[in-house]
């Protein structure tokens, strides 16, 4: 089988490569080449597609179509557009599939930027003109899958971003305002985008919130299906292990209930792991293997364990002259002579000795964050004229005035920051739902490798699909004040809402009690306001302070901030 499956790649691989000639310089999509990819991916999406069968298919940048044959196969739509642009070296393919006798396929050789733009779709007459509906029902006579893959890096100067979150950032701004392919109920929209680009779509960490990754929250369900080791480093920092194993065994408990596999050999080693732990508690053999709280995995770990296992086994020496697997400690003056392998596995361990002591001391500081947020969770849930709420809350304020001291205190700065950083992950993750979106994940996405692209690279599938009913629509006109927002905040070198200032003056003091979710500890936000990082911010909080700068009478025109 998995010959085959080889076979079918390398075949598809090929005709990707023959079909770019040298004559066309315009900068190449990544292609899908891989049948069983297709077929594993479809695996798990079949069955929400079953209610699209004989709707109409928008497919942008089909490239090899392979992916597209694939879908179209499933869903047999009414009408499948293939939208490519007029100097693609796949045209010639692309022509073949609308030929077929019988077919419902129709090729468009639009330019890419049109290729997206509902209404071109309108125009041409291959839409119906859209009208305004309440309808919150999604909307499923369309479903949109796209490629936004390149395989020459976009340009982003001048602050443009990648094409997947410029696509998405007008895909979100349609949805809140109900026009083009929304204005009947939200339209769906498989995505393949590069595996870096995830990192702003959908973090895995607080740090890596930004303005789409809230825009998306507010107005979407995005499904990792697909996925690589490069969409789980990408840029962003990683989580303390066990909020990232504390999400995973909740994602594997949904996997489980809800019948949901990961094909052999598309397992990630966090899914792996889980997998693993919980077999061994099943069997009563859990033991101690519980991580350490803020120890995470890195790329040298392995190398190290390998290092050390080849030492024991009497591999390689301490130094020259010393046989290999002697123990003795090295004589004075042969650290010189130390061999290349001992001297990098001393080099890695003395890394790890470093960052354990770091981690240990930013843990201490940890657990007394948590007995803090313990009182706070305390206070809240007791009424306000209880006379043991102020007391709860007076013990509160001492114990995170003497943390505040030890942080001071503190001389290395790694410490704070790791502090600092691990406290909002943990925060964010225990509340309910969780903050994060990859922390709602349905399923674990399943590992792509990068030869089932071509030209190699890590691509990711996501599903996006507009939650209905919308809970944070904006009314026509009311979008640009929503982006400058978050722009505003997301853009700003200050971490906290403090920000507000650089809109206008007085606008901290103006917009922050009209959003009472800012000072709720149990919507998620700090009974101190400057406590709650701008990473934070719930979809709930996002929408008050639009609403709330919409309305406030001294804002300044946009066209002046």
């Known amino acids: 089988m998995a010959q085959l499956s080889q076979a079918a790649s390398n075949s598809f691989r090929q005709t990707a490569r023959t079909l770019r000639h040298k004559k066309f310089k315009l900068r190449s999509k990544v292609d899908i080449v ?33 992916w597209s044959s694939k879908i179209h196969e499933i869903i047999q739509p009414r009408k499948h557009y293939l939208a490519e642009p007029p100097r693609s070296p796949f045209l010639p393919h692309l022509a073949s599939f609308a030929s077929q006798e019988n077919a419902r396929y129709q ?27 309440k309808s919150q029902e999604p909307n499923k006579s369309i479903l949109v899958i796209a490629n936004s893959a390149v395989s020459q890096p976009q340009s982003r100067s001048r602050g443009t971003g990648s094409k997947s979150h410029l696509a998405l950032l007008d895909w979100v701004h349609d949805i809140r305002r109900r026009i083009g392919f929304h204005a009947g109920g939200g339209v769906r929209m498989l995505l393949w985008c590069p595996a870096k680009d995830t990192t702003a779509i959908i973090p895995r960490t607080i740090v890596s919130r930004s303005k789409i990754s809230l825009s998306l929250e507010m107005t979407c369900h995005v499904e990792p299906i697909v996925g690589s080791d490069e969409s789980a480093r990408g840029k962003q920092k990683r989580r303390d292990q066990s909020v990232e194993l504390t999400s995973a065994k909740r994602v594997l408990k949904r996997m489980r209930d809800s019948g949901i596999t990961l094909p052999a050999g598309r397992e990630s080693e966090l899914y792996k792991q889980v997998q693993e732990e919980s077999k061994r508690a099943d069997e ?44 003795s400690k090295l004589p004075r003056g042969a ?43 305390r206070a809240n849930s007791l009424p306000p004229n209880d006379p043991q709420k102020q007391a709860v809350l007076q013990e509160m304020q001492e114990r995170k ?27 964010a993750s225990s509340q309910v739902p969780p903050l994060l979106m990859w922390d709602q994940r349905r399923a674990e996405p399943m590992k792509a490798y990068d030869e089932e692209f071509f030209p190699e690279q890590s691509l990711s599938l996501l599903d996006i699909e507009p939650k209905q009913p919308l809970l944070f629509p904006l009314a026509e006109g009311d979008g640009n004040f929503s982006t400058t927002l978050l722009s505003t905040l997301f853009q700003n070198g200050k971490n906290n809402l403090t920000a507000l200032e650089t809109l206008a003056p007085g606008a ?22 400057r406590d709650l990082p701008i990473s934070r911010l719930t979809p709930e909080m996002a929408h008050g302070l639009t609403k709330a700068w919409i309305e406030w009478p001294f804002k300044p025109d946009l066209i002046d901030i």
């Open 34 to 66: 891989s049948p069983l990819l297709c077929d594993d991916a479809l695996k798990r999406l079949t069955p929400s597609l079953q209610a699209y069968k004989g709707c109409t298919v928008i497919d942008i940048n089909p490239g090899l179509g392979l």
């Open 401 to 427: 005035k003497k943390l505040q001291e030890r942080l001071e205190m503190t001389r290395n700065p790694h410490v704070r920051e790791e502090f600092v950083y691990f406290k909002h992950d943990r925060k």
């Open 107 to 133: 090729l468009l050789t639009w330019e890419d930027k049109y290729c997206w733009r509902p209404d071109r779709y309108v125009a041409e007459g291959l839409l119906p003109p859209f009208e305004a509906s």
């Open 284 to 327: 009563g053999n859990a033991g101690n293997q519980a991580p350490s709280a803020t120890v995470r995995a890195r790329g040298w770990h392995k190398e190290l364990q390998e290092l050390q296992d080849r030492f024991a086994a009497g591999e390689f020496a301490k130094a020259d002259g010393m046989r290999p697997g002697d123990q």
């Open 335 to 377: 650290e010189r002579a130390r061999t290349s392998q001992y001297a990098r596995m001393v080099e890695l361990e003395n890394n790890l000795k470093h960052i354990q002591k770091r981690t240990n001391a930013a843990e201490q500081l940890l657990q007394e964050q948590a007995g803090i947020d313990a009182l706070d969770t």
């Open 508 to 529: 901290f003091d103006a917009l922050i009690p009209k959003v009472p979710a800012l000072t709720d500890p149990g919507r998620g936000g700090e009974r101190d306001v």
